[in-house]
């Protein structure tokens, strides 16, 4: 059976104790902890022992940060710690991240917060007990800042982070039970709307055959075949209303727009958008639009010259 595998990332010789508790902790909750000193890690002859750390992180489902008062070695080329580039890489790949501070670091990182842009000080010549680099704090402010999974909890002593990480962890199984029954919510939804859609179109068609004319039955079609085209959906998408004999009547996309309503505007945005409600149209997509007219009108033709009929019988 699979389980999850806990990446714990902090400097080594200051955190040992609290390193190991969590190795004990992790295991007893039936997860699997990986430790670099426990030889958990795959160093590869190939590569430098800081890369196989780095790399060992997206072999697992969870991440714990312990950030304390010591800034650890530096992470190779860089003037980040190793700690810090495997932090990098869990957010990368979107790993669940739970971050602890120790709590005089916490607490000397607003000291430090409070000061570095005084002018009147020289914050470089504070010394913090706490803390034997700023780097850390600089580190602390990178984990905050960050546009999501961003918490942050300070903890005294092993229990603290024991009942942190109980609780988080058990939220997130919560988190993903609540979800997956929504899901299944939503999914039983859509397919008895599925259904229904299926019995009224049907139903719909049965009462066409019976009682309506033919030119009942050819709009119906015709409808049905506007419904599939990309042209339609933008031309409904910005207010337009357009009918089968619209289509037939107007020979391009531009024509039909300004009849039927306002006039489409081309812009030669950056923006990823398509089209806009108020009729503003990308040029990069208006070409496969027009495209898709001409395409959809001469189905519309097609169809009502196979039923004998002229598009005037249909208004």
Not at 34 to 45: H, I, K, R, T
Not at 229 to 237: A, K, P, Q, W
């Amino acid at each position: 059976m699979a389980i999850p595998r806990v990446f714990v990332a902090s400097t080594c010789y200051d955190l040992k104790y609290i390193r190991g508790n969590l190795q004990y902790f992790i295991r007893n909750l039936g997860y699997d902890p990986v430790l670099s000193e426990a030889g958990d890690v795959f160093y590869d002859p190939k590569k430098h022992t800081h890369e196989s750390c780095v790399s060992e992180v997206t072999t697992c489902q969870l991440f714990v940060l312990i950030i304390g008062g010591r800034f650890g070695g530096a992470y190779k080329h860089s003037e980040k710690s190793i700690t810090n580039a495997e932090y990098e890489q869990a957010v990368a790949h979107h790993v669940p991240v739970f971050t602890l501070v120790e709590q005089s670091v916490h607490a000397e990182h607003h000291v430090y917060i409070k000061n570095r842009d005084n002018s009147k000080i020289n914050a470089k010549a504070i010394k913090y007990p706490a803390a034997d680099s700023t780097k850390i704090f600089d580190f602390i402010d990178e984990v905050r800042k960050a546009s999501f999974n961003n918490a942050i909890q300070p903890f005294q002593d092993f229990a603290d982070i024991e009942s942190y990480l109980r609780k988080q962890w058990a939220g997130l199984v919560f988190s993903f039970l609540s979800r997956q029954a929504e899901e299944d919510r939503v999914t039983d939804v859509m397919s008895h709307i599925a259904r229904m859609s299926e019995k009224i179109e049907f139903i719909s068609q049965q009462i066409l055959k019976s009682v309506g004319s033919a030119e009942a039955r050819l709009l119906a079609s015709l409808y049905d075949t506007m419904l599939g085209h990309e042209s339609v959906r933008v031309l409904l998408g910005t207010h337009h209303k357009p009918s089968p004999l619209h289509i037939l009547t107007y020979e391009t996309l531009d024509d039909c727009a300004k009849a039927i309503g306002n006039p489409f505007v081309e812009t030669d945005t950056k923006e990823k958008m398509s089209w806009s409600s108020t009729g503003e149209i990308n040029s990069k997509f208006f070409p496969g639009y027009r495209d898709d007219y001409k395409s959809l009108r001469a189905e519309l033709l097609g169809a009502v010259n196979r039923a004998g009929m002229k598009p005037e019988q249909l208004k």
